[in-house]
Nanobody, 120 residues
């Protein structure tokens, strides 16, 4: 069973930076769109950034501060978070469209989430 493994969360001071990574744990055939979402306590999960082969998309609240990227050879997604603010803390989840076999369709897979805390 393929799982997405995230890393890079932690505690950072306001204005600081963190870099999140996400990659499948097992063998896959293909990867499509990748995205990062976040969910703060008492709030709905929201899209932070997404990346396809055509381009990137960002939530207004993070545009200019966060950068999403991908390594297609390694099927890895990254989220570089700079100028972190007190309103950014949440559990951050990655999502990928993955095809496990050559003949199967791609399905959405979610990571387990990684906590990001911003505090002085």
């Amino acid at each position: 069973q393929v799982q997405l493994v995230e890393s890079g969360g932690g505690l950072v001071q306001p204005g600081g930076s963190l870099r999140l990574s996400c990659a499948p744990s097992g063998s896959i055939w293909s990867a499509g769109a990748m995205g990062w979402y976040r969910q703060a306590p008492g709030k709905q999960r929201e899209l932070v950034a997404s990346i396809t082969f055509e381009g990137t998309n960002y939530a207004d609240s993070v545009r200019g501060r966060f950068t999403i990227s991908r390594n297609n050879a390694a099927n890895t997604a990254y989220l570089q978070m700079d100028s972190l603010k007190p309103e950014d803390p949440a559990v951050y989840y990655c999502k990928m469209e993955l095809g496990i076999t050559e003949w199967g369709r791609r399905n959405d897979y979610w990571g387990q989430g990684t906590q990001v805390t911003v505090s002085s």
